[in-house]
């Protein structure tokens, strides 16, 4: 018997900041976007003081900050995606086929016989988990991925595991569980869906026109309405099946020449490239995109464009190349560009790359690559680099309230005395 799991972080960003910061448990937090422009995540203390409406200016909430002693943190990406790593480490252990969905959470095959206990391996895999890394995580299972979804929502009134195997369970679960928050719908499906009398999921699965719900919510509706009735249209996906993968960042300030673009992109595609290489995958084309701040007054661009490779690369030279004849494009003078990035696309396992029979260089500069990879390891994202990322990098985003890198930088790592 084959179940899907979900395993969700709790509070992620707050959560991966709690880690090192024992005086802080039980405390209100908040963790603010790029440029500590606003709020984006909160925990269950903040929410409980009156915070928790997503991107509030952080300006407005400043008081409110300061009178209850809330702790604030920018952003730290590095720190965020190490622990991501390591959760998804541990999930490893448990189950050979992990979808890794985003930062904070996973799917995850499950086998077992008729008397598999599944809610055990739940609080196994919680324990785990924090265990290991200190990270709280809700635990939903199920038949399909958006039962496991659904499960994974209830958790936290199940302390952290909710199993929904039998169509009893399944039924009650989905009977008081409104459309809109279903995996997949919305609020604009559900809108559309609302015309049917159809509020809650079980009133969806039990819906019998199946060629309307299709009309009205295409294939994706067709699938979520046959998933919620336990039937797999939504295979989990290996690493090797990502589509694309890419960097991008808002700028500290406004970037008007040319050449602190060159520098923010290749300090993207740097990073890029490193994730490409990390999977052993190569990309087939880029895509790099710069834009002005749309909430400032005046005239506003968007620039946008791609370059194909002649074969498969993960080389991050041939990628900051590529970047850069891009922008050659889509650059316009006059403008202050707020936020750019890149994407690579078309993402293929570097064991099933096509080489270009033509090319003057196929090695694709894999020893280089490896040994910068290793160096960087070693001792810290960075250490080795392209100078076409410049040096001072006045660009970078604003980052008053950032914690140190606890994981990933040797300077920065935790001391104990004896």
Request: glycine fraction near 6%.
């Amino acid at each position: 018997m084959k179940m899907v799991a979900l395993v969700d972080c709790n509070s992620f960003y707050c959560s991966c900041e709690k880690i090192f910061r024992p005086d802080l448990r039980n405390k209100p937090v908040v963790v603010l976007s790029n440029n500590d422009g606003a709020a984006i995540a909160f925990t269950k203390e903040a929410k409980a003081l009156g915070f928790g409406q997503m991107c509030e200016a952080f300006f407005k909430v400043r008081d409110r900050v300061k009178q209850h002693n809330v702790a604030v943190f920018s952003s730290n990406y590095a720190l965020y995606d190490d622990i991501s790593k390591r959760v998804m480490n541990v999930l490893r252990e448990f189950s050979p086929k992990v979808e890794v969905y985003s930062v904070d959470e996973a799917f995850v095959e499950i086998e077992g016989d008729e008397n598999f206990d599944f809610e055990a391996w739940g609080r196994n895999v919680r324990a785990e988990i924090f265990r290991k890394i200190g990270m709280p995580v809700g635990v939903g299972i199920s038949k399909t991925k958006v039962l496991a979804k659904v499960s994974n929502k209830l958790s936290k009134k199940h302390n952290g595991v909710c199993v929904l195997i039998t169509d009893e369970q399944i039924d009650r679960a989905l009977k008081d569980f409104p459309v809109r928050d279903l995996w997949g719908v919305g609020a604009r499906s559900a809108s559309k869906l609302s015309i049917f009398s159809i509020k809650t999921a079980l009133e969806f699965k039990r819906f019998p026109d199946e060629k309307l719900i299709q009309k009205h919510l295409t294939k994706v509706g067709r699938e979520i309405q046959d998933e919620l009735r336990g039937i797999n249209c939504l295979s989990l996906e290996a690493a090797e099946d990502k589509k694309n993968t890419g960097n991008s960042r808002s700028f500290g300030y406004d970037v008007y020449t040319k050449q602190e673009l060159r520098e923010a992109l290749a300090q993207f595609a740097t990073n890029a490239s490193a994730k490409l290489r990390a999977q052993k995958s190569v990309c087939y084309s880029i895509t790099a995109f710069i834009h002005t701040n749309p909430f400032k007054p005046g005239p506003q661009y968007y620039g946008v464009d791609s370059l194909r490779f002649s074969s498969g690369t993960s080389d991050v030279v041939k990628i900051i190349k590529g970047a850069h004849e891009v922008l050659d494009q889509i650059y316009r003078p006059g403008y202050g560009y707020k936020k750019g990035g890149i994407l690579l696309n078309h993402i293929v396992p570097r064991n099933e790359c096509q080489m270009d029979l033509f090319a003057p260089d196929t090695s694709d500069n894999e020893h280089l690559n490896s040994v910068v990879d290793m160096i960087n390891k070693k001792y810290g994202p960075q250490t080795v680099k392209s100078g076409a990322c410049g040096i001072n990098q006045a660009w970078k985003t604003i980052h008053a309230y950032k914690s140190r890198h606890f994981t990933t930088e040797w300077k920065d790592l935790l001391t104990v005395e004896l």
